[in-house]
């Protein structure tokens, strides 16, 4: 897995330099890892689903057919065997059926070796429909294809004036008054949750800023935290280790 921003801290104060040296506009896209991560179940789900497939429209339609001509044509032989015993000899046309009936047999033990073709269970087909086509194909594809979409479309960016865009609107540096960096690169609790942080805005609401999914938004949380904690954020979202230890944590409700 790849590793969120960097952690670590540093030893010198931060330059109050604003966000960044430079040109601070900043633009996410995905994560390699969830994306090639998202690519490989949905992958795979598309395999299970195609095989599911084929197993309710293909195999075991066609091992039903085979098994039920299986039996009719070892029971026809059976009987007509024991007719022959019986009467010495079967007429031209129990002979014919007889063939028919061993030539069937023939062909599907050709087909099926030495197993003899079992009728499939009552369960068989609905289980690869609704397990396989409609649980992998129809729902697991798109579960895993959609966030690779939807991330893509839809990025995180922070521009040279300092305004943050999100999918959900679009905020100017003054309405961005505090960010919570509680959670950001924690030794404890969910490790999900330390690949990210909050920004305040000013009345109040809270923007999620995921470095999971999101490949360069510890670049738009370390520029925030710099800018409003210039001593203990530097603009790659590490910690400066001369700071005070206290993490900022949001207005108090």
């Known amino acids: 897995m790849n590793a969120p921003a960097p952690c670590g ?3 010198f104060p931060a330059l109050h330099l604003g966000y960044t040296d430079g040109s601070m506009a900043i633009r996410t896209s995905i994560q390699p890892f969830t994306l090639w991560r998202n690519v490989g179940f949905g992958v795979l789900c598309l395999v299970f689903a195609v095989w599911g497939w084929y197993d309710y429209e293909v195999k075991i339609p066609r091992l039903e057919v085979d098994s039920a001509n299986y039996e009719k044509a070892k029971d026809t032989r059976a009987s007509l065997e024991k007719i022959a015993e019986e009467k010495g000899q079967l007429t031209d046309a129990q002979v014919k059926e007889r063939d028919e009936a061993m030539a069937v047999l023939a062909d599907i033990k050709a087909r099926y070796g030495s197993a003899v073709p079992a009728k ?3 369960y068989d087909r609905p289980m690869q429909l609704w397990l396989y086509v409609v649980g992998c194909g129809v729902l697991g594809v798109p579960m895993f294809a959609w966030p690779i979409v939807k991330t893509m479309q839809r990025p995180y960016r922070l521009d040279d004036e300092g305004t943050l865009h999100t999918p959900d609107g679009s905020y100017p540096q003054n309405e961005v008054v505090d960010i919570d960096m509680s959670r950001w690169c924690s030794p404890t609790g969910d490790r999900r949750s330390t690949w990210t942080a909050k920004a305040v805005l000013k009345d109040g609401r ?5 470095d999971h999914d999101h490949k360069d938004m510890h670049r738009i949380i370390g520029a925030i935290a710099h800018r409003l904690y210039p001593d203990q954020w530097t603009p790659e979202a590490k910690r400066i280790e ?6 900022p944590s949001g207005p108090t409700a």
């Open 206 to 210: 809270r923007i999620l800023l995921d």
């Open 9 to 11: 801290g540093v030893r």
């Open 120 to 122: 499939p269970a009552a």
């Open 242 to 247: 001369s700071a005070s230890t206290a993490s």
